[in-house]
Structures are given as structure tokens and as C-alpha cells.
């Protein structure tokens, strides 16, 4: 069965950097756009960024672009997110979610990981 | 971006009752809309994509509707597991953006 497993959050100070990771198992991960998705404490959605199938083509929100860097190693099934200037409002539960197709355009996602907690603070 | 809204941001209700959620896009989406359910701690989980089709393992008292701007998720006969927040999300463009979710809880 699919299955998305997230780490390497923890606790950050403002200013500094984190690298996320999302390994996955049970499909062909190669074959399939990936997202991140992040939630906030007590707070609803937000959509981060996605990156193609095989790499070639990424989008992120504009309210963390240029300090945002989403990219994959198909060969180790394994999904990141690099995250630089971190501030206290990007302080959320990191998701990685599948797409159900290789581009991600015009499709949802079918599947989450559990996530992985961010803490911003010095 | 487009934005997205819910109506209602939180409803009671009993087992058995029907409920209806109601998500609004600011400009049209097509049918480019799936609707998540989210229990406390958990991970969302994806209910409809396309506006109305089920994802697989999904129970069939789930059911969504609408194009362009206007959409509803509705559950024909609420269930004990049924209680969460639902979210909307449009993926007609980037950035994909979520409505900020409707807690269903029991009356």
C-alpha cells in the first residue's frame, strides 16, 4: 500500500535552515508528481509546492518563494523540501501528498503522509 | 489566486442527520475542486476529486456536486467516524489553494 513517511522537522531559530524529507513506498514514485502541504497550528490548509515526476518542473506558494527549494531523488523513492530564512509563520505540520498523475497539473492528491512538525523559535 | 470559501465554518449535527457543506471559488474552476476530511492529530484524507467523483474507499453516503464557482459536499446520513473538518481545495491553477474548512461536530 502507498505509504508517505515525513522527517526532519524539530525545533529551528529564525533565520536558519531546514531540509524535509519524505520517503516513500509502495507505488512506482517516479511516476508522480509530489506536493508539500503545510498546516499551521489550529489552522486550516496551505498548499506549498509540487514538483513533476521526474524534476524538470516545480511551482511553489508565493508566500515562501525564493526561500523554498522542492526536489526528488527517484532513485531513493525520496522527496524534499529545503526551507531557508525560516520565520515564526512558517511554524506548521509539514505534509507530503501524492498526485495521481505525472505533472500534477489539474489533479488533487490521493494520498498524505502524517507529517512532520516545523517549531520556529529561538 | 484564487480564493476559496466554506459555509458553514462549523456545524452540529446528530447521526443519521444529511449535511451540507458549501465551498465557493472567487473565479471558475471548472469541476477542478476535491473536497478532504481531517480528524484531530491525523492526516487529511482525500473524499472527492473532480467535484464529484469518489475517491477509491470512499462510502457512498459522500457525494459532491457544482461547476465554475459553486460546490457542495454533501453526507446522506452522518456516521459516528464522520465527525472532522472538511476542506475544499481548488487545482484549476497554481497556486492550489484550500477553503478554511467546515468542523462538523456532534450536536
Known amino acids: 500500500q502507498v505509504q508517505l513517511v515525513e522527517s526532519g522537522g524539530g525545533v529551528v531559530q529564525p533565520g536558519r535552515s531546514l531540509r524535509l524529507s519524505c520517503a516513500a513506498s509502495g507505488f512506482t514514485f517516479s511516476s508522480f508528481a509530489m506536493h508539500w502541504v503545510r498546516q499551521a497550528p489550529g489552522k486550516g490548509l496551505e498548499w506549498v509546492a509540487v514538483i513533476s515526476h521526474d524534476g524538470t518542473k516545480t511551482y511553489y506558494a508565493d508566500s515562501m518563494k525564493g526561500r523554498l527549494t522542492i526536489s526528488r531523488d527517484n532513485s531513493n523513492n525520496t522527496l524534499y523540501l529545503q526551507m531557508n530564512s525560516l520565520t515564526t509563520e512558517d511554524a506548521a505540520v509539514y505534509h507530503c501528498?501524492?498526485?495521481?498523475?505525472?505533472?500534477?497539473?489539474?489533479?488533487?492528491?490521493?494520498?498524505w503522509g502524517q507529517g512532520t512538525l516545523v517549531t520556529v523559535s529561538s | 489566486d484564487i480564493q476559496m470559501t466554506q459555509s458553514p465554518s462549523s456545524l452540529s449535527a446528530s447521526v443519521g442527520d444529511r449535511v451540507t457543506i458549501s465551498c465557493r471559488a472567487s473565479?471558475?474552476?471548472?469541476?477542478?475542486l476535491a473536497w478532504f476530511q481531517q480528524k484531530p492529530g491525523k492526516a487529511p484524507k482525500s473524499l472527492i476529486h473532480?467535484?464529484?467523483i469518489l475517491q477509491g474507499g470512499v462510502p457512498s453516503r459522500f457525494s459532491g456536486s457544482g461547476s465554475g464557482t459553486d460546490f457542495t459536499l454533501t453526507i446522506s446520513s452522518l456516521q459516528p467516524e464522520d465527525f472532522a473538518t472538511y476542506y475544499c481545495q481548488q487545482y484549476n491553477s497554481y497556486p492550489y489553494t484550500f477553503g478554511p474548512g467546515t468542523k462538523v461536530d456532534i450536536k
Open positions: 473532480f467535484s464529484s
Open positions: 501528498a501524492k498526485a495521481p498523475s505525472a505533472s500534477g497539473n489539474y489533479q488533487s492528491f490521493d494520498y
Open positions: 473565479q471558475g474552476i471548472n469541476t477542478y
